[in-house]
């Protein structure tokens, strides 16, 4: 089974940056497609980023496209998400995942072993 700790989120003014990292327990983290998802209090949870396994391609939320960046280094079991130019709708619990089913990218029903997440707070 997949340990996942998030981690780098915090309280930032709107405009400001932050970067999360969330690293994996696996050995075999390399062979996953890595994904990015966010909740807020009373909404569903929602894709962010992910990036492939093989090629490293990233995939944005269009709501982050511009602003986010994802990245991964394998040989410390960790991926990234740099977030730039923060609003207040960025506010929310964010949360990495494995991509262990085969379907839609962007669906969370496709990740498994989530972790307990990080609270990233954009001020007005």
């Known amino acids: 089974q997949v340990q996942l700790v998030e981690s780098g989120g915090g309280l930032v003014q709107a405009g400001g940056s932050l970067r999360l990292s969330c690293a994996a327990s696996t050995r075999t983290f390399s062979t996953y497609t890595m994904g990015w998802f966010r909740q807020a209090p009373g909404k569903e949870r929602e894709f962010v980023a992910a990036?492939?396994?093989?090629?490293?391609?990233?995939y944005y939320a269009d709501s982050v496209k511009g602003r986010f960046t994802i990245s991964r280094d394998n040989a410390k079991n960790t991926v990234y998400l740099q977030m730039n130019s923060l609003k207040p709708e960025d506010t929310a619990n964010y949360y990495c995942a494995p991509k262990i089913g085969t379907g839609y990218l962007y669906s969370w029903a496709e990740y498994r072993y989530w972790g307990q997440g990080t609270q990233v707070t954009v001020s007005s």
């Open positions: 990036i492939t396994w093989s090629a490293g391609n990233p």
